[in-house]
């Protein structure tokens, strides 16, 4: 028998909406000829939706512990 805990299961956001806007903010970038303009918007707005992602993930994991 093992008294091991097992590890919480979260999910982390922040790295999968930074892949995804880096990837739009490209493509963006690509249309309008201007790929590192682009790119720093794409980033910024994952950057800001994984955050509050996981903000909000993390919220409703400490209203179920209580």
Do not use: W
């Amino acid at each position: 028998m093992s008294n091991k805990k097992e590890p919480d299961q979260k999910t982390y956001y922040l790295p999968i909406y930074m892949s995804i806007g880096l990837s739009v903010g490209l493509a963006i970038g690509a249309a309008l000829d201007a790929i590192p303009v682009g790119m720093c918007i794409g980033l910024a707005v994952g950057v800001f939706v994984g955050a509050m992602m996981d903000r909000q993930n993390n919220h409703k994991d400490d209203d179920n512990k209580k």
